[in-house]
């Protein structure tokens, strides 16, 4: 693609990563085979190539207006465009960089910015979101019926954390949301580890990721947030840590970009990349000591778990949804299938399992319309196979699903760390 920046960010870091991303697109449409939204409304502009389109003509100077605004917000950054390119264009960094330019050439209304302001005050402070969750929980029964599905019941008791005896370790992100929505995964993830002889931590004071505050185009204050967390990161860091554990893809896709994004900062670069090289999706770690914690006599071989029916069955049957975050950004699917098999469950067929559920972060507040369907279409998918249960390894995605599935839906550790107690 032939590109002519304009000069108000030609020469600079973004305008220049702009322009090589830019240029690879060829224009051939197969990122909409696999775009979410480009399915549900048909609009070329609301597929990959529409909106890469949308944001040149922007990056040259060309008009920009709510309706380029809209187009962009309607993107999930789900980045299943990515996995489908086979140019290996970078779609999900261009969207970033084209949605910062889009709102400051296009203004948002004074509501929406309010109701954006909000999210990000709230979502990112652990203890605030917290209290009003708990508060919302407390009124639950006296809610209107849409109101009360989007508010969870109170989770089970997270059990104990093992204290740390073992020589390896690992770091964990509490992160901003899962702490009250569902504290067991963290602890189920410190116990699974735990038997495999590695001890999992967490940093006093560590915050948010800085994903929620990035993509709602509050950038500047995003990138704050993951100085902060690196600064509460670096003393484990320094003190020899085995890697940084993520229990939610959703953070890990984000802290996975800390080398990229803090690149030009002469005082966190060097820290930055080193977060990003540490950091790994749980599922790889337990991937890695599967043998250890299920030795191949005690599960289900390769192709073994594909029967199995409800519970109290001998395997219980699981239908797992692998985050965007996981699958698209990490390009890690189908290793939560590998570990849970491995332990004995039986995998339910998922139709479609590309695409997303609508979850994204804020989008099922931001596009309610939209990240419903979303939802339907995924948990008709998921629960296609008459699975007893639903598993997946983002937490956002997790309590969206959670309110209107007819099954249980749970982080995979949670039903593999059962699963390892009742073997």
């Known amino acids: 693609m032939q590109t002519n920046l304009a000069d108000f960010i030609r020469d600079t870091p973004a305008g220049r990563e702009a322009d090589a991303i830019l240029r690879k697109c060829v224009h051939c449409g197969f990122c909409a085979a696999t775009c979410p939204t480009y399915q549900l409304l048909g609009d070329e502009l609301d597929s990959p190539r529409g909106r890469i389109y949308l944001m040149k003509r922007a990056l040259e100077g060309g008009e920009v207006g709510a309706s380029t605004r809209l187009h962009l917000d309607r993107c999930l950054t789900c980045r299943a465009c990515e996995t489908t390119c086979p140019s290996g264009v ?3 960094r261009l969207v970033d960089i084209g949605r910062r330019v889009v709102e400051e050439r296009a203004p948002r209304p004074l509501a929406a910015r309010v109701q954006r302001a909000a999210l990000a005050a709230v979502l990112p402070r652990r203890t605030l979101f917290g209290a009003l969750l708990a508060l919302g929980r ?3 029964p006296l809610l209107p019926a849409r109101l009360r599905r989007k508010v969870p019941a109170a989770s089970a008791p997270a059990g104990a954390w093992p204290a740390p005896r073992h020589a390896r370790r690992m770091l964990a992100l509490a992160g901003c949301v899962q702490p009250a929505l569902a504290p067991g995964i963290n602890a189920a993830a410190a116990r699974v580890l735990d038997r495999a002889g590695i001890s999992l931590v967490e940093a006093p004071g560590a915050g948010c990721c800085g994903a929620v505050r990035f993509h709602l185009n509050a950038q500047s204050a995003g990138l704050d947030d993951v100085r902060a967390l ?3 990161w670096w003393p484990l860091v320094e003190a020899g840590v085995e890697a940084i554990v993520m229990t939610a893809s959703g953070c890990g896709a984000m802290v996975r970009e800390y080398g990229h994004l803090l690149a030009h900062d002469p005082r966190y670069a060097a820290k930055a990349e080193r977060v990003s090289a540490l950091t790994r999706d749980l599922s790889e770690v337990v991937d890695a000591e599967l043998e250890r914690l299920v030795p191949a006599a005690a599960g289900v071989p390769p192709g073994g778990a594909a029967g199995g029916g409800r ?5 219980v049957r699981i239908a797992v949804h692998t985050p965007c975050t996981l699958q698209h950004a990490q390009r890690l699917g189908g290793v939560v299938e590998r570990i849970l098999a491995r332990a004995g469950f039986a995998l339910a067929p998922v139709p479609d399992a590309h695409l997303c559920c609508g979850s994204a972060g804020t989008y099922s507040i931001l596009q309610p319309e939209l990240s419903g369907q979303l939802k339907a279409s ?14 997946t390894a983002n937490i956002g995605c997790l309590a969206h699903l959670a309110a209107d599935a007819e099954v249980p839906v749970r982080h995979w550790i949670v039903a593999f760390e059962e699963r390892l107690a009742a073997a």
């Open 90 to 92: 970078r779609y999900g």
């Open 138 to 140: 407390s009124v639950r």
């Open 230 to 232: 690196i600064d509460a």
């Open 311 to 315: 519970d109290g069955d001998a395997a």
């Open 378 to 391: 995924k948990l008709q998918a998921l629960q296609s196979g008459m699975p007893a249960l639903v598993a």
